[in-house]
């Protein structure tokens, strides 16, 4: 199986930054797409950005411009770089990813367990 774990919520101002990182462990063969959704209470989980094995990106409009994905296939982890944040971008973020474990023939999708953030205004 594998263990997606997140790292780097926490509260910052409006306009400040912050990195999550998002790094897998377990018996993984192979890694495929990665990416960041949100939500925010109330709401449905939204994706932010993800990025494919070959390092491309795709944005939500809302973030496009302020926030960065990227991933360390040596690390196994996945970034997201947010910039210019604004109090609509509070909200719990959670990583995901497509792998593929030892004695699977099948990749499957695993997420972690999420990490707030909270930007005042």
């Known amino acids: 199986q594998v263990q997606l774990v997140e790292s780097g919520g926490g509260l910052v101002q409006a306009g400040g930054s912050l990195r999550l990182s998002c790094t897998a462990s377990?018996?993984?063969?192979?890694?495929?797409?990665m990416g960041w959704y949100r939500q925010a209470p109330g709401k449905q989980r939204d994706l932010v950005a993800d990025i494919d094995s070959g390092g491309n990106t795709n944005y939500a409009d809302s973030v496009k411009g302020r926030f960065t994905i990227s991933r360390d296939n040596a690390k196994k982890t996945v970034y997201l770089r947010m910039d210019s944040l604004k109090p609509e971008d509070t909200a719990v973020y959670y990583c995901n990813g497509d792998f593929r474990v030892f004695f699977s023939e099948f990749r499957r999708t695993y997420w972690g367990q999420g990490t707030q953030v909270t930007v005042s205004s």
């Open positions: 377990g018996s993984i063969v192979s890694m495929y797409g």
